[in-house]
């Protein structure tokens, strides 16, 4: 099956099953809006903690003469107001974290119903909770792995990739980021098949040719989809607005049937 076979077949399911489609939609414009509120409340405060915390370290390490930097680690532990917007930082940083996770779970997790049930007219609700919920709680453990592990290059290439430069260190992580991203979407796209998350990697690696070209133009749609609505979300906020009801939320919502039917096709 190609992209001339299964995009048509994805339009199709769009358009004649308009009251799971609606519904989608409503799930993932709550969604996004509980987003931006997670957004608002944890993340804008976390990145002022950060920004209090670069202030604080350029302050001390003015202070201290180039032979006495080493001794920076020791000295900000002993600055209080350091320690109290650190501590700031890690507890935004850490509910927002596990916030973003639990809008996931709640709110995506009958998006993907009713984008299988749009294909697939037999998938018990419960069987899917329970699967997409592990599979959320097992792909966002992989990120924040991922996360780590770059962030630790980053800081210290020479000792964790000895050949590596910043920017091939960025362009590797990039290349996993994508590999998580597309393993994941085929994890989520065969939730009513036996055995899911024993599949997954098995459809991933042998069935590319059908599933690699619809990952690849749906991650295409949700780029320009999601980043059309930022050219007027400071001058014209009510059309970032109406860009985002009418088109990026219903783009979403095909691309994931898109998903779904090039990957099931390989199930069945």
Do not use: C
């Not at 809006?33 to 903690?49: D, N, Y």
């Not at 000792?159 to 590596?164: D, E």
């Not at 860009?243 to 939320?249: C, F, G, N, S």
């Amino acid at each position: 099956m190609t992209l001339t076979t299964t995009l048509p077949k994805a339009w199709n399911a769009f358009i004649t099953n308009k009251r799971y489609v609606l519904l989608t939609i409503l799930f993932e414009f709550i969604f996004l809006f509980v987003v931006t509120q997670i957004h608002l409340s944890l993340f804008i405060p976390a990145a002022g903690a950060l920004d209090n915390v670069g202030k604080i370290i350029s302050a001390e390490m003015e202070k201290l003469p180039e032979t006495e930097v080493y001794q920076l680690d020791t000295v900000l532990r002993q600055n209080p107001e350091f320690t109290t917007q650190y501590q700031l930082l890690l507890t935004y940083l850490i509910f927002f974290v596990l916030s973003m996770l639990a809008a996931w779970i709640i709110f995506k997790s009958p998006v993907w119903y009713l984008s299988h049930k749009t294909i697939l007219k037999k998938m018990p609700l419960g069987t899917h909770l329970l699967k997409f919920t592990l599979l959320s709680l097992f792909w966002f453990a992989i990120i924040i792995t991922a996360l780590v592990i770059y962030g630790a290059m980053a800081e210290n290439a020479n000792t964790l990739l000895p050949s590596a430069t910043s920017i091939a260190t960025t362009i590797i992580t990039y290349l996993i980021f994508l590999a998580i991203f597309y393993f994941a979407q085929i994890s989520f796209a065969i939730i009513p098949a036996q055995q899911t998350f024993k599949n997954t990697f098995n459809y991933g690696i042998h069935h590319t040719k059908t599933i690699l070209p619809a990952f690849i133009v749906n991650a295409l749609i949700t780029f320009i989809v999601l980043t059309l609505p930022f050219n007027w979300i400071e001058t014209q906020p009510l059309i970032s607005l109406a860009i985002i009801v009418i088109i990026t939320i219903p783009a979403l919502a095909f691309a994931r049937l898109h998903m779904i039917v090039a990957t099931w096709s390989k199930h069945s």
